[in-house]
C-alpha cells in the first residue's frame, strides 16, 4: 500500500523519476529480511547454549517472529531468503511452520531448494554463527555450531520429503501452525 502512495504522490509531484522508489522499497525489504534472519539465527544459538547464559544480550529473540516475517512475504526475494533458511537447524515448533510456509507457497519453492548448495549454505550458516558469538562474547566452545547449522545430509533429505509434499499439493491445517 504504501509504495502504490509512494507511486502516486511521485506522478502527482511530476516526479521524472519514480525508479527510486521501486529502488528504495527493495532496499527496505532487504533491510527487514536481514533484521528477520539476525533475529532467527540469535534464537537458534541462544536455545543451544546454557539457558539464561547470553539471552540478556540479544534485543531480538523472535524466531517465530523472524520466520513469520520471512514466510508471509509473496516476493521473490522473501522466496528464495524462506529456501536458504534451511541452511539452520529448525526444530520443533520453527520447523513446523517453517515447513508450512514452504507447503503454502507450494511448487515454486521447489527450484529454490533444489537450487542450494549446501557446502555453500553450511558455510554461510559457520560464519554467521561466528560473527555471531564475536558480537554477543560468546564463549566459542559453549557452542556446538552442528546445533545451529543443519548438515548437508539433513537439508537434502528434507527437501526431498517436502518436494514429494508439495507435488502432492499437500497443505498444513491450522492447527499444524
Not at 523472535?62 to 522466496?79: C, K, M, N, P, T
Not at 531448494?113 to 566452545?141: H, M, T
Request: proline share 2%.
Amino acid at each position: 500500500m504504501r509504495n502504490i502512495f509512494a507511486l502516486v504522490l511521485a506522478a502527482l509531484l511530476n516526479q521524472p523519476n519514480l525508479s527510486s522508489v521501486a529502488i528504495a522499497a527493495e532496499d527496505r525489504e532487504d533491510r527487514l529480511i536481514s533484521h528477520a534472519r539476525y533475529c532467527l539465527l540469535n534464537d537458534i544459538m541462544l536455545s543451544s547454549v546454557s539457558p539464561g547464559t547470553y539471552q540478556s544480550l540479544v534485543s531480538c529473540r523472535g524466531s517465530e517472529l523472524g520466520l513469520a516475517f520471512i514466510g508471509e512475504r509473496s516476493s521473490r526475494r522473501a522466496d528464495a531468503e524462506l529456501a536458504k533458511l534451511r541452511r539452520y537447524v529448525l526444530d520443533g515448533a520453527l520447523g513446523e511452520s517453517y515447513t508450512c510456509y514452504i507447503l503454502s507457497k507450494g511448487k515454486r519453492m521447489l527450484p529454490l531448494l533444489d537450487a542450494l548448495d549446501f557446502s555453500e549454505q553450511r558455510k554461510i550458516c559457520e560464519a554467521e554463527v561466528g560473527q555471531r558469538i564475536r558480537e554477543l562474547g560468546i564463549v566459542p566452545n559453549k557452542l556446538n555450531v552442528d546445533t545451529v547449522c543443519s548438515t548437508q545430509s539433513s537439508a537434502q533429505n528434507w527437501i526431498k520429503d517436502i518436494s514429494v509434499a508439495a507435488k502432492a499439493g499437500r497443505k498444513c491445517s491450522e492447527q499444524d501452525w
